[in-house]
């Protein structure tokens, strides 16, 4: 029995789930945790969607998502729900401990190639542009009409894993699906507006330096940027607030790979930084290097915390980036 199957056969089967997704949530994330909710809903199943509650407020962007329902709390009944993690490549990704006991019964449905199919039944596909992708079409395969708050949830979660229709994800595939969830009455500008307008200023302040610190590594082909504690403090914003930043750099000439290396804010955090790795193109797998720094993610698109001081950090960057790019031999 193929993966499919098998977790098709488990969403028919379970009574009462629990819905979740990796910390720090994406637009992939919430979307999907969302579409699954209300696609077992209308499947009349007992379906919870749990995120931890330091996760919120949320990113801007996504604070007009309608998450009335989530739960910061595992409910009393927890050991009796099918556990659904969504666009999460590995347990490190959900620091909460309920969610990590041995025993526990989780369906992984993912799109990252490094998944590492942690879950009792795990359905990774990496053709995938997004994890709704792979929702979508599980619910047409279950029966379940796609209602307009299913193909809205479904399409934040698309329009931002692509980049929007922009990432090298963006397949024929993708915008089928887009076409379709269009046709359903999804409103494509008003959920641009959401997503990618009538955002704080402190955003702007935040990039403003971000572009004042921007260096080039011309040997490796790296634009990246850096930002402190006090950067964060003089703009006077918020960790949320780094989204985008690095696509900034990742649109200048001879990039082959961005970055942005921010420190992180909490207090128990202090000398720890966030790496964020995109390719330009083919020619730098950048999930490579945020593995072998504890992280993950897609060949374009990858991720890492580190406590490697700046100076290090950089020396590595520029070591591994270019290996990759001058293939030894
Ligand atoms: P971002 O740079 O926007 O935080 O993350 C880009 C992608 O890298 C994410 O979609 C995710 O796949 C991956 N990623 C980012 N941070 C981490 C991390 O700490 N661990 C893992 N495994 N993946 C990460
Ligand atoms: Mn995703």
């Known amino acids: 029995v193929s993966e499919r199957e098998q977790i098709l056969e488990e969403l028919r089967a379970a009574d009462k789930l629990l ?3 990796h910390e720090n949530p994406d637009g992939d994330a919430l979307g999907s945790l969302l579409a699954m909710h209300e696609i077992l809903r209308l499947m009349g199943k007992d379906s919870v969607m749990f995120m931890a509650a330091n996760q919120f407020p949320l990113p801007h962007e996504y604070r007009y998502l309608p998450f009335e329902e989530v739960v910061h709390d595992p409910p ?41 199919r942690f879950g009792t039944v795990n359905l990774v596909d990496p053709e995938a542009s997004c994890t709704a992708e792979i929702l979508y079409s599980l619910a047409q395969e279950l029966g379940v009409e796609i209602t307009v708050p299913i193909a809205e949830a479904l399409y934040v979660a698309l329009v931002t894993d692509t980049g929007k229709f ?50 080039r590594y011309e040997d490796a082909g790296i634009t990246l940027t850096h930002l402190s504690q006090e950067d964060f403090a003089a703009a006077e914003a918020t960790e949320a607030d780094s989204e985008g930043i690095v696509d900034h750099m990742r649109s200048v000439e001879d990039t082959a790979v961005a970055a942005l290396v921010r420190e992180l804010l909490e207090p128990e955090k202090a000398g720890q930084r966030k790496v964020s790795l ?8 950048v999930s490579r290097i945020a593995r072998g720094l504890g992280g993950g993610g897609h060949r374009q698109a990858a991720g890492f915390t580190t406590d490697l001081p700046m100076p290090e950090l950089v020396e590595r960057l520029r070591a591994e980036v270019g290996e990759q790019l001058v293939p030894a031999g």
Request: contains cysteine; charged residues 25%.
């Open 19 to 21: 819905l979740t997704t």
């Open 76 to 116: 009393g009944d927890v050991d009796q729900r099918t556990v659904v993690f969504l666009d999460c490549g590995n347990l490190d990704r959900m620091p909460v401990d309920f969610l990590r006991k041995a025993g526990t019964h989780i369906l992984n449905i993912d799109h990252h190639h490094d998944n590492t």
């Open 166 to 215: 922009m990432f090298e994800n963006t397949t024929p595939a993708a915008h089928r699906m887009a076409a379709e969830l269009l046709e359903t009455g999804v409103e494509a500008q008003r959920v641009h507006r959401h997503l990618y307008e009538g955002l704080p200023f402190s955003r702007l302040r935040l990039l403003a330096r971000a572009l004042a610190n921007v260096t």
């Open 278 to 285: 995109r390719a330009t193109d083919g020619r730098v797998d």
